[in-house]
């Protein structure tokens, strides 16, 4: 395992992984860092669907408009839970807090995953109507995370200046 920022920086999305299993302990590690960051209020308002079934993977590949690297070793489904959510945070925080949740889990996840050497990616883009159908839930998907070990080496990549994207006020 790394530090920190190592794995910041080698943390990178991958889109071709080996047809290779994941250990059992190393997803273990990977959910358990998804259920330890920040949540509102404590409350974890989001679920994880740990797809294992192939063909369950293959209708995601569909749903995703068939971006084929979906159908990797372990796929994780975040979604986000707005039952969890007390009335007290307004409807605000029913509507805006369980996405948050749900997302921030998902990074934690990515992390950990390039923590224990694998890869992944995030999908974001996909029919949700049709997500819901094929992990049969009702609960809004928010990322799909696939992870696997890379089959490719990411280019560098730009990211904007600081000065650019921070707005000292
Ligand atoms: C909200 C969100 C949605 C994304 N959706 C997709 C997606 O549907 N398909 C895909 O290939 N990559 C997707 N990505 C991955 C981004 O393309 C990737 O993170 C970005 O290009 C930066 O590259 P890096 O992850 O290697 O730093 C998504 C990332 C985020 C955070």
Excluded at 50 to 63: C, F, S
Excluded at 77 to 104: E, H, M, S, T, Y
């Amino acid at each position: 395992m790394g530090s920190f920022f190592q794995t910041i920086k080698k943390r990178r999305s991958v889109r071709s992984f080996l047809d290779r299993p994941i250990e059992p302990s190393k997803i273990q590690k990977i959910l358990k860092v998804a259920v330890s960051g920040p949540s509102s209020g404590g409350l974890q308002a989001f679920e994880i669907f740990q797809i294992r079934d192939k063909k369950r993977k293959e209708k995601l590949v569909r749903a995703a408009h068939n971006q084929e690297y979906v159908n990797a070793a372990v796929v994780l489904v975040f979604c986000a839970n707005p039952k969890r959510i007390k009335a007290k945070l307004g409807r605000r925080g029913q509507k805006l807090f369980p996405i948050q949740d749900a997302a921030i889990a998902a990074a934690y996840a990515q992390l950990a995953a390039t923590s224990v050497g694998l890869s992944s990616i995030w999908i974001g883009r996909f029919q949700e109507k049709l997500v819901q159908k094929i992990i049969r839930t009702k609960l809004r998907p928010v990322s799909i995370l696939a992870i696997g070990y890379s089959h490719e080496k990411p280019k560098p990549k730009k990211v904007r200046k600081l000065k650019e994207i921070v707005h000292k006020v």
